[in-house]
Each structure stands twice: as structure tokens, then as C-alpha cells.
């Protein structure tokens, strides 16, 4: 399912819940990934840049699948979220029903916590195309790649974020323990991409 932005921003401002922070986090990933695309698309185009048009091909189709990836997540993300509001509105009248609304509590709080999780895997994977888009890309684009960046930035941090608030309500230690453990790895990933985008800003007068 891909995302028509007109309604979802009129249904992220409605004060229903959902779509919310981490829907909208998939979606930054998504215009992330549009930009990354593009500016591959672009450079393309141009039949002066020789050197890597091979690895910018794949870079502009890889771009392009996770763009299709990120608005699919940001649809799960949305049904993760009125799960566990589904969950809590169970009813707690008698032993059994409490013991039935605290099990699908844990299942709705863990896959509210595991498509973020995705979001995560799939932004790392997205800036993980940086260095050869900064090294064969149109370098008048830099402005470009940046504030896709930093729209893939927004997203990981977002999507962290939304895993993190939900296992501090899973009670299964090895699954929370797992969950942090791909998020650090991830930001680690991440940030050491980063400071090739600065150099190539700063030398295009660009603060990054």
C-alpha cells in the first residue's frame, strides 16, 4: 500500500491517535528515499557523468523499493498502533478476561514495536547507499542528498523512539534486550555514515 499524502496529513492532524509519530516517521523514510532516488535519476540523466552509472542505476532502483517499503510501513504501523488500542479497550471484568486482555496486551505492544523496528532496519539500509550517491552523484544535487538524510535521520530516530516507548511495556526481557541491541546497532551504522555527507557540504558551502 503506498501512502496519498494529501489525506494522510488531513488524517495526521486529526486528533484521532492514528496515524501518528510513527506512521509519520515511514513517511519521512519514504521522502528520503524519493530524494535519494531522484537525485540518482537525475545524474543519470546527464550524459557527462561517466564514472559509477552502473552503481547509480541500482542505487536509483534501490531507492525507489524502499520508498514503496516505507509507506507500506507507515500503513502497519497505523494497524500496530489501533491493535494495542484494541487490546486495552478489552474487557477486565472476571480473572480469565483480565488474564486474555494482559496476553493480547504483550502481542499488540510487541508488533507495535516491531514495525518501527522495520522502519529502523530500512533507513539504515537507505543511508547505507550514501557513499556512493555522494561519490558518483551530481555534486550540484548536495542539497538534495542532505535533506534526504536528514528525512532518513528523522525517520530511524522516530521509529527508535516509538520502539523504545512500547518495550518499556513488554515484559519479556530477552525480546527487549534483543529490540535494544538492534537499535544501537543500528544508530551505530547510521551515524558513521554521516560525516562523509558533512565533508561533501562543507565543501560545497553547505552547513550539514
Same mark, same amino acid.
Given at each position: 500500500m503506498k501512502v496519498d499524502l494529501n489525506p494522510f496529513i488531513e488524517n495526521l492532524r486529526a486528533p484521532t491517535g492514528a496515524p501518528g509519530g510513527g506512521a509519520a516517521s515511514a513517511v519521512s523514510g519514504a521522502l528520503g528515499c524519493a530524494l535519494y532516488q531522484m537525485v540518482?535519476? @537525475? =545524474?543519470?540523466? /546527464? !550524459? $557527462?557523468?561517466?564514472?559509477? $552509472?552502473? $552503481?547509480?542505476a541500482e542505487i536509483e532502483k534501490e531507492a525507489s523499493r524502499l520508498c514503496d517499503e516505507f509507506q507500506s510501513l507507515s500503513a502497519k504501523d497505523t494497524e500496530a498502533y489501533l491493535a494495542v488500542e484494541a487490546?486495552?479497550?478489552? !474487557?477486565r471484568n472476571t !480473572? %480469565?478476561?483480565?488474564?486474555?486482555?494482559?496476553?493480547?496486551?504483550?502481542?499488540?505492544?510487541?508488533?507495535?514495536t516491531l514495525v518501527p523496528l522495520e522502519v529502523v532496519d530500512a =533507513?539504515?539500509?537507505? /543511508?547505507?547507499?550514501?557513499?556512493? /550517491?555522494?561519490?558518483?552523484?551530481? !555534486?550540484?544535487?548536495?542539497?538534495?542528498?542532505? @535533506?534526504?538524510?536528514?528525512? /532518513?535521520?528523522?525517520?530511524?530516530?522516530?521509529?527508535?523512539?516509538?520502539? %523504545?516507548?512500547?518495550?518499556?511495556?513488554?515484559?519479556?526481557e530477552e525480546f527487549v534486550k534483543q529490540s535494544r541491541m538492534k537499535l544501537w546497532d543500528a544508530a551505530d551504522k547510521a551515524e558513521s555514515l554521516l560525516p562523509?555527507?558533512?565533508e561533501a557540504a562543507k565543501t560545497a558551502g553547505v552547513t550539514f
Open positions: 540518482a535519476g @537525475v =545524474t543519470l540523466s /546527464l !550524459p $557527462r557523468f561517466t564514472e559509477g $552509472r552502473e $552503481r547509480l487490546a486495552m479497550k478489552m !474487557p !480473572p %480469565e478476561e483480565k488474564a486474555a486482555r494482559r496476553d493480547a496486551m504483550q502481542e499488540a505492544f510487541r508488533g507495535a =533507513t539504515v539500509s537507505a /543511508l547505507s547507499l550514501l557513499p556512493d /550517491l555522494l561519490k558518483y552523484g551530481n !555534486p550540484n544535487a548536495i542539497t538534495d542528498v542532505a @535533506v534526504g538524510t536528514l528525512l /532518513l535521520e528523522a525517520a530511524r530516530k522516530g521509529a527508535a523512539m516509538n520502539a %523504545e516507548i512500547n518495550l518499556g511495556s513488554i515484559k519479556d562523509a555527507l558533512r
